[in-house]
């Protein structure tokens, strides 16, 4: 007895049946990889273009053709058989994770392997399980980077050595308290609030010592380590790729942390009593 | 040698602040060295432009950025890393952090003042204050982002 079924309306055999569901897995495995690969590079600080790019390399190399739809807190990932033209979508939620040049840098590397069939999906998949486990550096060993990165700036805006004391001690305050709330998974919004208040409060404080005759050079830089460089910078990169719903987003989200600061800038100066002086 | 010297504190500082700021952003070690440098160069044009040409602050920040990104375009496919890498970290140290700090501090005088002329006076230093903040950041993210738009062949082939 012959073994058929219909599929699409049309009668196969067992051995095109075998083959349709083996395509059909493969398609939902790329998709979803696809789907978490996004997932990742936007979380980690990835241009819009840039993923759009690593993600048409792999998916050409495996005779896909993929088109990626971001939300403010999703991406959805549609991949097409550009044979049978059978698709399939994924949606996952834009992973947890900080910003991470190093893993932009390792997963972009990645898509060339797949792109060059150095390696096939499910080794990519395996590889990228890998990167995203990476560990990265101890923020507490960066902390003493961004406290001689801040007093530089003090410097920079026009600030005396006095100044660049005053913000280093700012800095360090602003980001031990931001170090701690990000481990209680703390609002970021509430995070930004507070730790730009005790930085302002304390650089304003401290500029009635007699040490520095910058005093606001000094409260203007004790802020500056936590304005949110790289979501700007991505949302006009993304505006100019024409990804307008991902550069809203990241613009927004911006711009919520910059009113947090303001807010807790603006707190700071009225309790310390700072007013105009130039 | 006065002038030296300030060229090369200018640069120092420029440095150490991308250096600590691309900490944050965890990039691949080998990067952070040549972070510092291209925002040392990117600063340094930018304070030449200011000080000895007497540029606008909007088109020296727009040509300092420039520089940081022709630079982060050269170096990233020697060290096989997305030219942002580079560029982001090293356009920090140009942010015009006074302008804004000035824009919030006029906004916060707002609340306390008496008439309507001092008001306006507040508001006025803060619209002022806020554009050239708003204008010298997009002159630097454009700055930054035409030479990844001109060399795309090697902006997204960097990491091959």
């Not at chain 1, 360090?172 to 930085?199: E, N, Q, V």
């Not at chain 1, 910059?258 to 807010?263: R, W």
């Not at chain 2, 000895?52 to 950025?65: K, P």
Request: aromatic share 10%; hydrophobic share 50%.
């Amino acid at each position: 007895m012959r073994i058929s079924e219909f599929i699409n309306g049309h009668e196969v055999s067992s051995t095109e049946t075998a083959s349709i569901l083996c395509d059909e897995c493969r398609l939902n495995l790329c998709s979803e990889f696809f789907a978490q690969y996004a997932s990742y590079m936007l979380a980690c600080g990835a241009t819009c273009i840039r993923i759009s790019k690593n993600l048409r390399r792999m998916a050409a190399a495996v005779g896909l053709k993929v088109d990626m739809i971001i939300l403010s807190h999703h991406v959805t990932v549609v991949c097409t058989n550009q044979a049978d033209g059978m698709s399939c979508q994924h949606t996952k939620r834009i992973a947890p994770a900080g910003v991470s040049f190093a893993i932009n840098t390792r997963l972009s590397e990645l898509s060339w392997k797949v792109a060059g069939h150095k390696v096939d999906i499910e080794e990519a998949q395996s590889i990228f399980y890998r990167i995203i486990k990476h560990k990265k550096v101890s923020e507490w060993r960066i902390m003493w980077l961004v406290v001689a990165a801040n007093a530089s700036f003090c410097y920079l805006f026009g600030g005396d050595p006095g100044a660049m004391a005053i913000v280093a001690v700012a800095t360090l305050a602003g980001y031990t308290i931001k170090l701690l709330t990000l481990m209680r998974h703390w609002d970021a919004k509430i995070i930004w609030l507070i730790c730009s208040f005790i930085s302002a409060i304390i650089a304003a404080g401290l500029t009635y010592l007699p040490i520095t005759s910058t005093p606001d050079w000094a409260i203007a830089a004790s802020v500056l380590y936590l304005i949110p460089g790289i979501p700007y910078i991505n949302s006009i990169s993304d505006c100019i790729d024409a990804h307008y719903l991902s550069a809203i987003g990241r613009f927004i989200h911006a711009c919520a942390l910059t009113v947090c600061i303001a807010i807790g800038l603006t707190a700071g100066l009225v309790l310390a009593n700072i007013g105009i002086t130039v | 040698m006065q002038i030296v010297t300030v060229l090369l504190l200018d640069m120092l500082f420029s440095g150490i602040a991308a250096y600590g700021f691309a900490a944050i952003s965890h990039p691949p070690r080998r990067v952070l060295k040549f972070c510092a440098l291209i925002a040392a160069l990117g600063h340094v044009s930018r304070y030449c432009m200011i000080n000895f040409l007497h540029w606008h602050l909007v088109a020296a920040s727009l040509v300092g950025a420039l520089v940081v990104g022709l630079l982060a375009i050269i170096i990233a496919p020697r060290l096989k890393c997305p030219p942002e890498t580079f560029s982001y970290p090293s356009l920090l140290p140009m942010i015009p952090g006074i302008y804004a700090y000035r824009a919030v501090q006029a906004l916060a005088m707002t609340l306390s003042t008496d008439g309507e002329e001092e008001f306006r006076h507040y508001f006025y230093l803060f619209e002022s204050n806020g554009l050239i903040t708003i204008f010298v950041v997009l002159a630097m993210v454009v700055g930054q982002m035409l030479p990844i738009l001109i060399f795309p062949r090697i902006s997204f082939s960097s990491t091959k």
